[in-house]
């Protein structure tokens, strides 16, 4: 059972464009993490949401976490090819003794 | 500050065999989770260590068992292997924390491949 749906699960854009991706599930998460991994890397911590509606920031990436802490987004702005990998997002359990993976979403920026 | 660490990088082994798999978790991090990862996919939790006992499991079979040391290093070991384990294992390290959000840290993964 997936807890974690991320959407879209591929996407091509060229270099310049926007994008978001998208992290949804039925379930309350106590935390939610994104992270990005690279081919052969294991994944790359980027932000941790903790509070529901909190809105995080680092350079061109936008983070939020939704009201009810069950779903979560990424935005890009103005892509870079640096930025292709594969964005996943990951929530904790209350207890902390277990992270869910979302699908996953691979991202490739043409130059 | 040495990061998580993970060895070895790649591994292959025949179909039946055992293996096993080792990592350091981050410097002053005492809680360390396996996840397998197949290819083009999530990692799916495997089970977390913590205080050298197993504290929470995923939905793996007993073949996965695991074991912490005193220096919160850990091993995964599978028993009887089968072409569907090939995965990258991957090891996160984590500080069991004094407030709730809960962070960790991944090493860069052994690749098994079985044959």
């Known amino acids: 059972t997936q807890l974690l749906e991320q959407s879209p699960q591929f996407l091509s854009i060229q270099e310049g464009e926007n994008l978001t991706v998208y992290c949804n599930s039925s379930s309350v998460f106590s935390s939610l993490q994104w992270y990005r991994q690279e081919p052969g890397e294991g994944p790359v911590l980027l932000v941790t949401v903790v509070t529901g509606g909190e809105v995080k920031k680092l350079k061109r990436l936008t983070f939020q976490f939704g009201d009810a802490r069950k779903d979560s987004s990424l935005h890009i702005t103005a892509a870079q090819p640096g930025d292709t990998g594969l964005y996943l997002c990951a929530g904790s359990s209350n207890t902390g003794n277990q992270f869910y993976f979302g699908t996953g979403t691979s991202l490739t920026v043409i130059p | 500050d040495a990061g998580v660490t993970q060895s070895p990088t790649h591994l292959i082994k025949t179909r039946g065999q055992q293996v096993t798999l080792r990592c350091s978790p981050k410097s002053g991090h005492d809680t360390v989770s396996w996840y397998q990862q197949a290819l083009g996919q999530g990692p799916q939790f495997i089970f977390q260590?913590?205080?050298?006992?197993?504290?929470q499991r995923g939905n793996f079979p007993d073949r996965f068992s695991g074991h912490q040391f005193p220096n919160y290093s850990s091993e995964l070991n599978v028993n009887a292997l089968l072409l569907g384990d090939s995965a990258l294992y991957l090891c996160a390290s984590s500080l069991v924390p004094l407030i709730s959000s809960y962070e960790q840290y991944f090493g860069p993964g052994t690749r098994l491949t079985v044959t």
């Open positions: 260590y913590y205080e050298e006992e197993e504290r």
